[in-house]
């Protein structure tokens, strides 16, 4: 049985236990994605085990790091990450995860922070239940943004143990990888050529699991308006590709599958609730790379799996019209990450500019796009 019957099925049956029509919710579906969304702030969600070892904590200070301003600004909806560094690290307070609650000491660049996110749970709160809580408040759309597999961790040996390493490496290598090194692409001492060590390998139905637990976890312990996987942090889903190859259709369809489950998952949550949650995806604005990095991007489109598709990140390797042609057929809204290309900045055009920005804003919108996104931007004055 294919996947969009399947999920017809799961749809009618929720609607059926909640008394609204199949119709009603896919018009509710509708008017959900049609809102408007031109500007999307992408907030890495680092502030609480990065904060200032010389400012007290509250609940506003942390608001006031990067949440608060984005009042007055053209910002329509937010993305907030709860970390995710380590594969299931994080900051929200779920039952699937890792709670990240280790001091940093041992990363050197980041001396005079601290972690206080012990502080959010003595309060009986979280960090994303807070920005949750401030956008629902101010009316802004709100997405919880996991990293499908982020390797901010890959950068120290993990096999260093006693002082001054208080964790094997450094504060970010998860309990998860720590307990299971044969789901990784490689080790310190035999690294890849096409990857990070660190990453997790999506052959294993564990990770697989362990992913699609998050994201149901996340749908029903929120009241969020969607929810955004990050597929470009980092790029990276198959030992079989860090070492040189390009995904099987094997391991595409597993994929493909663990989108299928989530999407289920969020649509049991939207149910139970009596309103949808979006289902949003960034992925490399191309149909190939996609296609070798393990991704069928075109499957997830004809079979109804996502409902916002966020292109690229650091590079673009298409037109915007590329990305706008790839979504528009099947009803799915096409955004363009305007991320910093982290090449060394000319001297005449910094790209990071607010000007600079702007003028590929613009160029992203004639070209079709829904809306644009803005990540790794911090500071009340880069947003």
Not at 318 to 337: D, E, F, K
Request: overall charge neutral; glycine content about 6%; aromatic content about 10%.
């Amino acid at each position: 049985m294919r996947a969009a019957t399947v999920l017809a099925m799961l749809t009618i049956a929720c609607c059926a236990m909640a008394e609204i029509s199949d119709a009603e919710w896919r018009a509710m579906r509708e008017r959900a994605l049609a809102r408007k969304r031109e500007v999307i702030y992408n907030n890495d969600g680092n502030e609480p085990y990065i904060w200032p070892t010389n400012l007290a904590f509250s609940i506003q200070a942390f608001l006031d790091m990067r949440t608060t301003p984005v009042l007055g600004s053209q910002v329509d909806t937010v993305f907030y990450c709860p970390v995710s560094s380590g594969f299931g690290f994080l900051t929200a307070n779920i039952p699937s995860a890792d709670l990240m609650l280790r001091d940093l000491g041992t990363v050197k660049h980041l001396a005079g922070k601290k972690n206080v996110l012990q502080q959010f749970l003595d309060a009986g709160t979280d960090p994303v239940r807070e920005v949750v809580s401030w956008c629902r408040k101010n009316s802004y759309e709100i997405f919880v943004s996991l990293r499908v597999n982020d390797t901010h961790d890959q950068g120290t040996d993990q096999t260093k143990t006693g002082p001054p390493y208080a964790y094997p490496g450094n504060a970010l290598f998860s309990p998860f990888k720590i307990q299971h090194p044969e789901f990784l692409m490689g080790s310190h001492t035999n690294r890849p050529p096409s990857g990070n060590w660190s990453a997790v390998d999506f052959t294993h139905a564990a990770v697989r699991d362990r992913l699609f637990r998050m994201c149901r976890d996340i749908c029903t312990h929120y009241d969020i308006d969607g929810l955004d996987l990050d597929f470009m942090r980092h790029i990276q889903l198959f030992k079989s590709v860090a070492w040189g190859g390009v995904a099987s259709p094997a391991e595409r369809a597993m994929m493909t599958e663990t989108m299928r489950q989530i999407r289920e998952a969020a649509e049991r949550a939207g149910h139970a609730r009596g309103r949808p949650i979006l289902l949003s995806v960034r992925v490399p604005d191309s149909v190939p790379y996609c296609s070798d990095v393990g991704i069928d991007i075109e499957a997830w489109l004809k079979e109804g799996l996502v409902d916002m598709v966020t292109g690229t990140s650091y590079f673009q390797l298409n037109p915007w019209t590329y990305l706008v042609s790839l979504c528009r057929p099947h009803g799915v809204r096409a955004y363009a990450s305007l991320d910093e290309s982290r090449l060394p900045e000319s001297p005449v055009l910094r790209r990071s500019d607010k000007a600079t920005y702007r003028a590929r804003a613009m160029a992203a919108r004639r070209a079709g796009v829904d809306g644009v996104s803005y990540f790794n931007r911090f500071t009340a004055a880069e947003i």
